[in-house]
């Protein structure tokens, strides 16, 4: 029997509190926002919230793309991220998941 390591990884972020996936609210453009108001009822309702946090892209377009979070505004539920722009996703909405900890490092 074998598992994937993307269920290896989901299981140990999941038992140390370090695993959030949601999905955006709004395709992501060719900028360094990121936005999700399914974030709004994990920030506690605050700003910064996920500052330091690391952003795993999993779907569309940027898919694989890793960023820290730089910045974040939960009236609207933006990450910006650092690093150069994404590519655009047009109308697709991506899926994202979040961690404390670089995600390569698990």
Known sequence: MSTAVSVLEQRLSEAI???IQVAVTTAIAANTSIISTNLQSLDGGRDDYFIG??????????????????DYAT?????????????????????????????DKI
């Open 17 to 19: 509190g370090d695993y």
């Open 75 to 103: 009236s609207t539920g933006t990450l910006t991220i650092r690093g150069a722009n994404l590519t655009s996703d047009a109308a697709a909405l991506a899926v994202v998941r979040l961690h404390r900890y670089d995600r």
């Open 53 to 70: 946090w690391f952003c795993y892209i999993t779907t569309e377009t940027n898919a694989g793309v890793l960023r820290q979070v730089s």
